[in-house]
Protein backbone atom coordinates (compact mmCIF):
# COMPACT_ATOMS: atom_id res chain seq x y z
CA UNK A 1 0.00 0.00 0.00
CA UNK A 2 1.47 3.07 -0.89
CA UNK A 3 2.38 5.36 1.79
CA UNK A 4 0.51 8.91 1.10
CA UNK A 5 -2.86 6.15 0.00
CA UNK A 6 -5.64 5.89 2.98
CA UNK A 7 -4.30 2.65 4.82
CA UNK A 8 -8.09 0.36 5.09
CA UNK A 9 -6.63 -2.85 5.45
CA UNK A 10 -3.93 -5.07 3.98
CA UNK A 11 -2.12 -5.26 0.79
CA UNK A 12 -4.01 -7.40 -1.75
CA UNK A 13 -1.47 -10.07 -2.69
CA UNK A 14 -0.84 -10.57 -5.88
CA UNK A 15 -1.81 -13.68 -7.91
CA UNK A 16 1.64 -14.75 -8.26
CA UNK A 17 2.54 -14.98 -4.84
CA UNK A 18 1.25 -18.39 -4.06
CA UNK A 19 3.23 -20.24 -5.75
CA UNK A 20 4.07 -22.61 -2.90
CA UNK A 21 1.94 -24.02 -1.21
CA UNK A 22 2.36 -24.28 3.08
CA UNK A 23 4.69 -25.78 4.32
CA UNK A 24 4.68 -29.76 5.25
CA UNK A 25 5.94 -29.26 8.22
CA UNK A 26 3.11 -27.00 9.43
CA UNK A 27 1.41 -28.44 12.43
CA UNK A 28 -0.78 -27.35 14.85
CA UNK A 29 -0.96 -28.95 18.67
CA UNK A 30 -3.69 -31.16 19.68
CA UNK A 31 -5.03 -28.97 22.47
CA UNK A 32 -5.24 -25.36 23.05
CA UNK A 33 -3.44 -23.28 25.50
CA UNK A 34 -4.67 -23.67 29.09
CA UNK A 35 -2.90 -20.38 30.05
CA UNK A 36 -4.80 -17.37 31.15
CA UNK A 37 -2.26 -15.12 29.79
CA UNK A 38 -2.83 -16.49 26.15
CA UNK A 39 -5.50 -14.50 24.56
CA UNK A 40 -8.43 -16.81 23.10
CA UNK A 41 -8.63 -14.22 19.84
CA UNK A 42 -6.42 -12.24 17.87
CA UNK A 43 -7.48 -10.47 15.27
CA UNK A 44 -4.48 -8.86 12.73
CA UNK A 45 -4.44 -5.69 10.32
CA UNK A 46 -1.55 -7.32 7.74
CA UNK A 47 -0.46 -4.26 6.35
CA UNK A 48 3.19 -3.11 4.72
CA UNK A 49 3.68 -5.13 2.07
CA UNK A 50 4.18 -2.49 -0.48
CA UNK A 51 6.27 -0.67 1.32
CA UNK A 52 8.58 -3.42 2.33
CA UNK A 53 9.10 -4.04 -1.28
CA UNK A 54 9.84 -0.68 -1.97
CA UNK A 55 12.50 0.00 0.79
CA UNK A 56 14.26 -3.39 -0.66
CA UNK A 57 14.11 -2.18 -4.40
CA UNK A 58 12.08 -4.97 -5.53
CA UNK A 59 8.86 -5.49 -7.33
CA UNK A 60 5.57 -4.95 -5.64
CA UNK A 61 4.57 -8.38 -6.42
CA UNK A 62 7.59 -9.66 -4.05
CA UNK A 63 6.62 -7.91 -1.21
CA UNK A 64 2.80 -9.39 -1.25
CA UNK A 65 4.74 -13.36 -1.98
CA UNK A 66 6.52 -12.31 1.18
CA UNK A 67 3.36 -11.14 2.92
CA UNK A 68 1.59 -14.79 1.87
CA UNK A 69 4.69 -16.43 3.58
CA UNK A 70 4.23 -14.19 6.93
CA UNK A 71 0.43 -15.38 6.72
CA UNK A 72 0.98 -18.66 7.04
CA UNK A 73 3.64 -18.11 9.60
CA UNK A 74 1.16 -16.51 11.91
CA UNK A 75 -0.93 -19.53 11.57
CA UNK A 76 1.07 -21.54 12.31
CA UNK A 77 2.59 -19.66 15.22
CA UNK A 78 -0.43 -18.26 16.38
CA UNK A 79 -2.08 -21.93 16.92
CA UNK A 80 1.06 -23.03 18.33
CA UNK A 81 1.04 -20.73 20.71
CA UNK A 82 -2.26 -21.89 22.04
CA UNK A 83 -4.59 -18.90 20.64
CA UNK A 84 -7.81 -20.16 19.25
CA UNK A 85 -9.21 -17.96 16.95
CA UNK A 86 -7.29 -16.04 14.26
CA UNK A 87 -8.88 -12.94 12.49
CA UNK A 88 -7.28 -11.70 9.30
CA UNK A 89 -8.09 -8.63 7.38
CA UNK A 90 -7.57 -9.47 3.80
CA UNK A 91 -9.41 -7.72 1.55
CA UNK A 92 -11.78 -4.19 3.04
CA UNK A 93 -15.24 -3.54 1.04
CA UNK A 94 -13.03 -0.21 0.19
CA UNK A 95 -10.45 -1.95 -1.93
CA UNK A 96 -12.73 -2.75 -4.64
CA UNK A 97 -11.27 1.02 -5.73
CA UNK A 98 -7.82 0.00 -6.25
CA UNK A 99 -6.57 -0.41 -10.06
CA UNK A 100 -8.67 -3.50 -11.74
CA UNK A 101 -5.18 -5.10 -12.35
CA UNK A 102 -4.43 -5.51 -8.19
CA UNK A 103 -8.17 -6.60 -7.29
CA UNK A 104 -7.85 -9.28 -10.40
CA UNK A 105 -4.19 -10.48 -8.77
CA UNK A 106 -6.72 -10.91 -5.45
CA UNK A 107 -9.18 -12.69 -7.00
CA UNK A 108 -6.75 -14.87 -8.26
CA UNK A 109 -5.44 -15.55 -5.61
CA UNK A 110 -7.97 -16.32 -3.94
CA UNK A 111 -8.66 -19.20 -6.50
CA UNK A 112 -5.30 -20.29 -5.86
CA UNK A 113 -5.53 -20.63 -1.79
CA UNK A 114 -8.57 -22.91 -2.20
CA UNK A 115 -6.40 -25.05 -4.91
CA UNK A 116 -2.92 -24.93 -3.01
CA UNK A 117 -3.53 -24.83 1.09
CA UNK A 118 -7.06 -25.57 1.83
CA UNK A 119 -6.23 -29.57 1.92
CA UNK A 120 -3.54 -28.45 4.21
CA UNK A 121 -5.50 -26.28 7.13
CA UNK A 122 -8.09 -28.92 6.54
CA UNK A 123 -5.62 -31.91 7.59
CA UNK A 124 -4.39 -29.35 10.99
CA UNK A 125 -7.84 -29.01 11.80
CA UNK A 126 -7.83 -25.78 10.59
CA UNK A 127 -11.73 -24.11 10.82
CA UNK A 128 -11.85 -21.24 7.90
CA UNK A 129 -15.06 -18.97 8.16
CA UNK A 130 -15.68 -15.80 6.16
CA UNK A 131 -17.08 -12.82 6.97
CA UNK A 132 -17.99 -9.72 5.21
CA UNK A 133 -20.43 -8.56 2.92
CA UNK A 134 -21.41 -11.68 -0.07
CA UNK A 135 -24.77 -10.26 -1.55
CA UNK A 136 -22.81 -8.06 -4.09
CA UNK A 137 -20.05 -10.76 -4.91
CA UNK A 138 -19.92 -12.67 -8.42
CA UNK A 139 -21.14 -15.95 -8.22
CA UNK A 140 -17.64 -17.58 -9.10
CA UNK A 141 -16.53 -15.91 -5.87
CA UNK A 142 -19.02 -16.65 -3.36
CA UNK A 143 -18.57 -20.66 -4.52
CA UNK A 144 -14.77 -20.43 -3.47
CA UNK A 145 -15.88 -18.60 0.04
CA UNK A 146 -18.66 -21.28 0.69
CA UNK A 147 -15.96 -23.88 -0.40
CA UNK A 148 -13.55 -23.05 1.71
CA UNK A 149 -16.02 -22.92 4.50
CA UNK A 150 -17.03 -26.27 3.62
CA UNK A 151 -13.93 -28.24 2.99
CA UNK A 152 -12.79 -27.10 6.44
CA UNK A 153 -15.94 -27.60 8.22
CA UNK A 154 -14.71 -30.12 10.80
CA UNK A 155 -11.74 -28.28 11.89
CA UNK A 156 -11.27 -27.63 15.89
CA UNK A 157 -7.59 -27.10 16.14
CA UNK A 158 -7.98 -23.52 15.00
CA UNK A 159 -10.77 -21.03 13.97
CA UNK A 160 -9.15 -19.23 11.16
CA UNK A 161 -11.88 -15.51 10.26
CA UNK A 162 -10.98 -14.44 6.83
CA UNK A 163 -12.20 -10.88 6.51
CA UNK A 164 -13.38 -10.24 2.84
CA UNK A 165 -15.21 -7.90 1.40
CA UNK A 166 -15.79 -6.82 4.58
CA UNK A 167 -16.27 -3.22 6.34
CA UNK A 168 -17.41 -2.79 10.37
CA UNK A 169 -19.40 0.04 9.07
CA UNK A 170 -21.58 -2.10 6.46
CA UNK A 171 -21.70 -4.94 9.16
CA UNK A 172 -23.28 -3.23 11.85
CA UNK A 173 -25.56 -1.20 9.13
CA UNK A 174 -26.64 -5.03 8.16
CA UNK A 175 -27.15 -6.24 11.22
CA UNK A 176 -29.22 -2.79 12.48
CA UNK A 177 -31.24 -3.28 9.02
CA UNK A 178 -32.01 -7.38 9.59
CA UNK A 179 -33.31 -6.65 13.45
CA UNK A 180 -35.21 -3.49 12.22
CA UNK A 181 -36.59 -5.81 9.32
CA UNK A 182 -37.57 -8.52 12.11
CA UNK A 183 -38.96 -5.97 14.06
CA UNK A 184 -41.32 -4.17 11.15
CA UNK A 185 -42.39 -7.80 10.86
CA UNK A 186 -43.93 -8.18 13.94
CA UNK A 187 -40.96 -11.15 15.10
CA UNK A 188 -38.75 -9.04 17.26
CA UNK A 189 -40.16 -6.47 20.17
CA UNK A 190 -37.92 -3.38 19.60
CA UNK A 191 -37.09 -3.47 23.58
CA UNK A 192 -35.69 -7.14 23.78
CA UNK A 193 -32.77 -5.42 21.42
CA UNK A 194 -29.61 -6.02 23.44
CA UNK A 195 -25.77 -5.98 23.33
CA UNK A 196 -25.79 -9.18 23.15
CA UNK A 197 -28.46 -9.79 20.52
CA UNK A 198 -26.99 -6.92 18.73
CA UNK A 199 -23.98 -9.34 18.15
CA UNK A 200 -26.31 -12.05 17.17
CA UNK A 201 -26.96 -10.33 13.99
CA UNK A 202 -23.22 -9.71 13.18
CA UNK A 203 -20.82 -11.61 10.52
CA UNK A 204 -19.03 -12.44 13.57
CA UNK A 205 -21.89 -14.03 15.28
CA UNK A 206 -20.84 -17.33 17.61
CA UNK A 207 -17.11 -15.56 17.16
CA UNK A 208 -15.27 -14.35 21.16
CA UNK A 209 -14.78 -10.45 20.45
CA UNK A 210 -11.31 -10.24 19.30
CA UNK A 211 -8.79 -10.11 23.19
CA UNK A 212 -6.29 -8.61 21.15
CA UNK A 213 -6.08 -7.01 18.07
CA UNK A 214 -1.80 -6.42 15.98
CA UNK A 215 -1.51 -3.95 13.38
CA UNK A 216 1.45 -3.91 11.70
CA UNK A 217 3.59 -0.85 9.62
CA UNK A 218 3.26 1.68 12.20
CA UNK A 219 -0.34 2.70 11.42
CA UNK A 220 -1.93 3.38 14.46
CA UNK A 221 -5.55 3.07 13.32
CA UNK A 222 -8.28 -0.08 13.12
CA UNK A 223 -9.51 1.47 9.85
CA UNK A 224 -13.11 -0.17 9.63
CA UNK A 225 -11.87 -3.81 11.40
CA UNK A 226 -14.27 -4.95 14.45
CA UNK A 227 -15.69 -1.65 15.36
CA UNK A 228 -18.00 -3.30 17.60
CA UNK A 229 -16.42 -6.48 18.57
CA UNK A 230 -13.11 -4.47 20.01
CA UNK A 231 -14.60 -2.35 22.56
CA UNK A 232 -12.29 -4.54 25.01
CA UNK A 233 -9.38 -5.59 23.04
CA UNK A 234 -5.93 -4.66 23.74
CA UNK A 235 -4.37 -2.82 20.77
CA UNK A 236 -0.42 -3.42 19.39
CA UNK A 237 0.70 -1.46 17.50
CA UNK A 238 3.92 -2.33 15.32
CA UNK A 239 6.61 -0.87 13.09
CA UNK A 240 7.05 -4.11 11.25
CA UNK A 241 6.08 -4.16 8.11
CA UNK A 242 3.90 -7.43 7.30
CA UNK A 243 6.36 -9.30 5.49
CA UNK A 244 8.50 -9.27 8.54
CA UNK A 245 6.11 -10.54 10.77
CA UNK A 246 7.60 -12.97 12.08
CA UNK A 247 7.67 -15.59 15.00
CA UNK A 248 9.48 -12.77 17.48
CA UNK A 249 7.54 -9.97 16.24
CA UNK A 250 4.10 -12.56 17.77
CA UNK A 251 5.99 -12.97 20.88
CA UNK A 252 6.52 -9.04 22.02
CA UNK A 253 2.77 -8.63 21.12
CA UNK A 254 1.90 -11.35 23.10
CA UNK A 255 4.30 -10.19 25.96
CA UNK A 256 3.02 -6.68 25.50
CA UNK A 257 -0.77 -8.66 26.45
CA UNK A 258 0.06 -10.25 28.71
CA UNK A 259 1.49 -6.88 30.68
CA UNK A 260 -1.67 -5.42 30.55
CA UNK A 261 -4.74 -5.16 33.12
CA UNK A 262 -7.44 -6.07 31.44
CA UNK A 263 -10.43 -4.13 33.86
CA UNK A 264 -13.13 -4.53 31.44
CA UNK A 265 -14.69 -1.43 33.27
CA UNK A 266 -13.88 -2.32 36.45
CA UNK A 267 -11.19 -1.86 39.09
CA UNK A 268 -8.11 -2.95 38.65
CA UNK A 269 -6.90 -6.31 40.61
CA UNK A 270 -10.33 -5.79 42.55
CA UNK A 271 -10.25 -9.47 43.31
CA UNK A 272 -7.13 -9.10 45.14
CA UNK A 273 -7.90 -6.00 47.33
CA UNK A 274 -11.28 -7.99 48.44
CA UNK A 275 -8.77 -10.89 49.42
CA UNK A 276 -6.71 -8.62 51.17
CA UNK A 277 -9.63 -6.67 53.02
CA UNK A 278 -10.91 -10.17 54.27
CA UNK A 279 -7.86 -11.01 55.41
CA UNK A 280 -7.75 -8.14 56.90
CA UNK A 281 -10.97 -8.32 58.75
CA UNK A 282 -9.97 -11.65 59.89
CA UNK A 283 -6.71 -10.52 61.58
Not at 18 to 44: K, R, S, Y
Not at 220 to 249: C, G, K
Request: charged share 25%; net charge neutral; with cysteine.
Amino acid sequence: MPASAPCTTMNPVSAAALVQPMDDNFTLPQEGGADHHVPTHIGIIMDGNGRWAERQGLPRREGHRRGVEALRSAVRNVGERGVKHLTLFAFSSENWKRPPAEVRDLLMLLRLFVERDLSELKSNGVKVRVIGERASLSPDIRKLLERAETVTRFGDKLFLNIAFNYGARDEIVRAARKLAENAAAGTLDPASITPELFATALDTAGIPDPDLIIRTSGEMRLSNFLLWQAAYAEFVFTETLWPDFDTATLDQALDSFRSRDRRFGGRAHAHQADQLVVKAAAG
